[in-house]
């Protein structure tokens, strides 16, 4: 029910935006959130927002380079990830949940319900 989509080969310093489509069910009341596992790593919380877009919260790591939007009209949450970095790179996945709350956002996999299939982003340095 969701996929994501925008990966692909970028340099150090470029940009990418990943976008994550929602269907069989409307989304506007879910929270959602973007993760990123790398090779031999746990997968790592990267961006988070609330069902009502009003919040957002991100990993220290992106903070300042990343931003999450939604886009409840077409169903869609996008990534948008400039100044990339080697250490950026992963597969990433995007997610969501309802929530009652139209501030609630969450860093915490397991909160998510729904996961979509990764995609995966490649810094190259």
């Known amino acids: 029910q969701l996929q994501a989509s925008g990966g692909g080969l970028v340099q150090a310093g470029g940009s990418l935006r990943l976008s994550c489509a929602a269907s069989?069910?409307?989304?506007?009341?879910?929270?959602w959130g973007w993760f990123r596992q790398a090779p031999g790593n746990e997968r790592e919380f990267v961006a988070a927002?609330?069902?009502?877009?009003?919040?957002?919260r991100f990993a220290d790591s992106v903070k300042g380079r990343f931003t999450i939007s939604r886009d409840n009209a077409k169903n869609t949450v996008s990534l948008q990830m400039n100044s990339l970095k080697p250490e950026d790179t992963a597969v990433y996945y995007c997610?969501?949940?309802?929530?009652?709350?139209?501030?609630?956002?969450?860093?915490?996999?397991?909160?998510?319900?729904?996961w979509g299939q990764g995609t995966l982003v490649t810094v190259s340095s």
């Open positions: 997610a969501a949940s309802y929530t009652a709350s139209d501030n609630t956002v969450s860093g915490n996999p397991k909160w998510y319900r729904y």
């Open positions: 927002i609330s069902g009502g877009g009003v919040s957002t």
């Open positions: 069989g069910r409307t989304f506007s009341t879910y929270a």
